[in-house]
């Protein structure tokens, strides 16, 4: 592919994306890029604008006079470019705007400009080009004494009432510093937000695009211009704007359904009484940035953050800085350290012994529920032991001979019309869990339809799971996963991953309601790893909403949180390794492994 050829697809491909906007992207002082026009027009940018000297009957593009180098002319740089890229489609529907800032005498430099411009009749004819003047320009007055395709940037407030001026003006530009100090990092003041709110509202009554130039470059300023309703956004950094605003829609969220908090009576919390009965969270993927989020877009607060009891899981794997899910279950699971993809054994491939066989073999009633297939690596290391994740086949086999009593999952792969998996009754309505007299049941959570991005119900299925087991009279230990933080994680969708935070909150509460109602219960919450490198530069607690900032497709090195209640919680304070969270499970269960 030509050059020329793949640069018009970069420019359409970002223009196409742009155009769905209420903004623009204007290259401010493009000529001072490395490569000045086609830089910002491949970023996306619709507006480009270059610094003009007449000298000796030539127009040369340049920040101060004495900047001057007689290759960089105003032709080369710009006026060929464009019409090397019109060439390329003769029929392009863009709108580009070419924003002439004229630095030399206006009259003089303005009649070389249009004498240069006749030599190229598919610019000054193109109706989607507007060459647009700017810097020292004539009277409003004098617009109407040049021809058709100039236009200009008015830099002024003052009503103009003649619909024939007003015409010829493209935009409406001010200097950001007439109105604010603001250097573009924490926030505008309520004071100087209403008068440049006020000032953007007087420009708009103009009909015309409005510009700020002298603006704060940053990623808080460009958002902030945004949201204010500035329709060229001035930026000397092209690319970067451009792929931070248009991304802003994606990235922001405004929540709308809420986890209710349950507050915790703390009657059995951290007091030395035997620990019957371990309910384990995993939010997959759930770091604290992810918990923060969550925590913000649900009115500021979380079931999860009641609690007083706090640790961090370092999450490393045996072979790797950054850990999978598999290696991360198996370290909870059995207290190894192994490689990432090993489901329940070691590097060599030996069984490891997970904490549901080791309490099995002591009476313990034992249980998984998650939103994954039953086969996905947090909970396949609970009852699996392969070298691979991806051995679904022998995972499966893994789990028909399994010590579990109780499955909650995804239903992938199995069909829901069988009756049994293995020797698991499968049980078609979620509420029929808390009332089955079966020994070993299975309930998988329906398939959404298309486009359906409602989370599976998960704090229905645990309150349902936690009364069939009641009704047993045994001890027991579940583990309870929220795995679709972490898929939306991979896919930088900070809607999904909220909202799949707020169901997996509301699993938390049922399990503090249970831990409350049943004081020998110890509840522990927390994760395998973090997904996508989430930050939250920014939002709006008031309106529950929030800006997630990503980082990584992939999971990080970064230290989960873990949070206990219940008697003995205390014993998981602290900072360790993620496979000792299995130590500290037995030591305070008081079974060892052997």
Known sequence: MKKSALIFLLFTSFLGAQNNQDFRVHSHNDYLQNVPFWKAISAGATSVEADVFLVDDALYVAHTKE??????????????????????????????????????????????????????????????????????????????????????????????????????????????????????KGRLTAEDIKKVDSVIKLAHSFEKPFRFWATPDSKTAWKTFVHLGVDYINTDQPFECIQYVSTLSQREYQNKTFSEVYRPSFSSDGNNNKVENIILLIGDGNGLAQISATALANNGELSLTQLKNIGFLKTQSSDDFTTDSAAAGTAISTGAKVPNRAIGVDAEGNALKNIIEIIS??????????????????????????????????????????????????????????????????????????????????????????????????????????????????????????????????????????????????????????????????????????????????????????????????????????????????????????????????????????
């Open 361 to 594: 073999e002591k009476g313990f009633l034992t249980g998984v529920v998650t939103s994954d297939q039953i086969t996905g690596a947090t909970p396949s290391a609970f009852y699996a032991h392969q070298k691979d994740r991806g051995l679904t086949e022998a995972i499966i086999a893994d789990l028909l001979k399994s010590k579990l009593s109780v499955i909650v999952s995804k239903a992938d792969e199995f069909s829901i019309g069988e009756s049994t998996i293995g020797d698991f009754e499968m049980l078609s309505v979620i509420s029929d869990i808390s009332i089955s007299d079966e020994e070993k049941i299975s309930y998988l959570f329906p398939i959404n339809s298309a486009g359906d991005k409602s989370p599976a119900p998960l704090s229905e299925a645990l309150k349902n799971t936690l009364d069939f087991i009641k009704s047993k009279n045994k001890p027991f230990f579940l583990m309870v996963e929220g795995a679709k933080i972490d898929s939306y994680g991979h896919e930088n969708q900070i809607d999904g991953v909220l909202r799949e935070g707020i169901a997996f909150d509301k699993a938390v509460s049922e399990a503090l309601k249970y831990a409350d109602a049943h004081e020998n219960t110890l509840v522990i919450i927390t994760a395998d790893h973090e997904t996508g490198g989430l930050t939250i530069p920014q939002g709006k607690a008031s309106a529950n909403e929030i800006e997630g900032d990503f980082t990584t497709h992939d999971h990080t090195g970064m230290m989960v949180p873990v949070f206990a209640y219940g008697p003995q919680s205390n014993n998981f304070q602290g900072v360790y390794e993620n496979n000792l969270l299995f130590n500290k499970m037995l030591e305070v269960l008081k079974v060892t492994n052997n």
């Open 67 to 184: 900047e001057i180098e007689t290759e960089r002319s105003f032709e080369k740089l710009y006026l060929k470019p464009l019409q090397r890229f019109l060439a390329l489609e003769s029929k392009t529907s863009m709108q580009f705007q070419l924003l002439v800032d004229v630095k030399s005498k206006p009259y003089a430099t303005l009649d070389a400009l249009i004498k240069i411009l006749k030599n190229y009749p598919e610019i000054r004819t193109n109706d989607s080009i507007s060459i647009v003047i700017s810097g020292k320009r004539p009277k409003p007055s004098e617009y109407l004494n040049y021809p058709d395709f100039i236009f200009f940037d008015y830099q002024s407030l003052e009503l103009i009432t003649d619909p024939s001026i007003l015409k010829k003006i493209a935009l409406i530009s001010l200097s950001f510093k007439q109105f604010s100090d603001w250097n573009g």
